[in-house]
């Protein structure tokens, strides 16, 4: 049973940094590629960033030069270093597990529960 638990989230003013962590249990880690996807309010899932097994990555327009994706196969865990934040970038943070091993990134069914980030004055 692949199980995947996010943790990082909060609250910060616009400007500042956070970093999300997803700690993935089960299943294969080292080779299927990895995403963060986040979703505002009254809005719908949007992709953010994708990592392969070799950590080449892929980034939203909306965050590149902003936010870094990277993984720990080690740790079994991938992150999200998010800087510069923007009150634009409120949303619930979920990360994925992928269906394939390559891009374009294919979302599986196996989600976290989702952590809260709130950018606010």
């Known amino acids: 049973q692949v199980q995947l638990v996010e943790s990082g989230g909060g609250s910060v003013q616009p400007g500042g940094s956070l970093t999300l962590s997803c700690e993935v249990s089960?299943?294969?880690?080292?080779?299927?590629?990895l995403a963060w996807y986040r979703q505002a309010p009254g809005k719908e899932r949007e992709f953010v960033a994708a990592i392969k097994a070799s950590g080449m990555a892929r980034i939203s327009d909306s965050v590149k030069g902003r936010f870094t994706i990277s993984r720990d196969n080690a740790k079994r865990t991938f992150y999200l270093q998010m800087n510069n934040l923007e009150p634009e970038d409120t949303a619930v943070y979920y990360c994925n597990r992928g269906a394939n091993y390559d891009f374009p990134y294919q979302p599986s069914d196996f989600w976290g529960q989702g952590t809260q980030v709130t950018v606010s004055p």
């Open positions: 089960g299943g294969i880690f080292s080779i299927p590629t």
